[in-house]
């Protein structure tokens, strides 16, 4: 079961348009900072990668697109809208609650 453990980690793109269109008071440029704080404190920071994109296409109003790809066959791939107040806890809860939990020792 090795092969699972190095697996591809899950893509997590940011949108760059939807942070610099947040107010100031958001921190928009400080908010990949943020959301990987918080996915090492989820313990999903070795799982997952994240990456600036440009627009998405989905602008919603105080809230940031990130498009989710899971693995390499693109299966799953979805967009989730994070609250930039919410530091990426909302991402990390929510990438939480969809991977399967790592097996302890036998």
Do not use: F, W
Not at 69 to 96: C, F, M, Q, Y
């Amino acid at each position: 079961m090795a092969a699972r453990e190095e697996a591809d980690p899950i893509e997590l793109h940011l949108c760059h348009r939807c942070l610099m269109r947040l107010p100031v008071d958001a921190g928009g440029v400080d908010l990949p900072r943020r959301v990987r704080e918080a996915l090492k404190a989820h313990g999903l920071a070795d799982r997952t990668q994240l990456i600036p994109a440009s627009c998405l296409g989905h602008c919603p109003t105080g809230k940031v697109t990130v498009l989710v790809v899971p693995d390499s066959t693109a299966r799953g791939t979805h967009a989730k809208l994070i609250d930039p107040k919410e530091d990426g806890e909302d991402l990390a809860r929510h990438l939480s609650a969809r991977l399967p939990k790592k097996a302890g020792p036998p």
